[in-house]
């Protein structure tokens, strides 16, 4: 799963700036699919809604996910790394 584009909702830029140096590390310009509560969406739209929903003081956990751990969890569509967010 690639999403190419910016982090351009509030939650989204807070989850991030929290995981930035392990998203770093992998060196791709696409996002890195969020998943919530255990729960990856499949398409950017889902994602968006998904996220818009969320407040940053609602967040309890963030946690990236290396690529092996992420596909491990959430299969193959995975394909750089993974962050999970608990609310």
Partial sequence: ????SSADIDIENYIYRQVHE????IGTKYKIPIAVNEKLTSNHTDRRNQLS????EEVKKIKFLKKAE???KYGDTVVFGLIEITV
Avoid: N, R, S, Y
């Fill in 1 to 4: 799963m690639m999403v190419k």
């Fill in 22 to 25: 392990q998203v770093q590390q």
């Fill in 53 to 56: 929903k969320i407040k940053a």
């Fill in 70 to 72: 992420a596909q491990a």
